[in-house]
């Protein structure tokens, strides 16, 4: 389950639908993975599940880099 605070950008936009679309398509097996903007952790969270070995995600907004730390935990 993908946790969305109200004060963070919760991933419903087609620029993430589409980021999600060529990450399917992509091999993330043992890659590594920078998430500028990482908002809620999405991207984040699917580059995990698609078997990257270790993700960095960056947010200026500190709301934002807790509800990514509580999406991946």
């Keep these: 389950m993908l946790i969305i605070n109200d004060h963070v950008f919760n991933g419903d936009h087609e620029s993430t639908y589409a980021i999600l679309d060529f990450m399917s398509q992509t091999d993330f097996k043992d890659k590594e993975v920078i998430d ?20 960095t ?17």
Excluded: P
Excluded at 39 to 55: D, N
Excluded at 57 to 73: G, H, P, Q, W, Y
């Design 36 to 55: 500028v903007g990482c908002g809620s952790g999405i991207l984040t969270v699917r580059a995990s599940e698609l078997g990257a070995k270790h993700i």
């Design 57 to 73: 995600a960056l947010d200026f907004d500190s709301r934002a880099v807790d509800n990514t730390r509580e999406n991946i935990e």
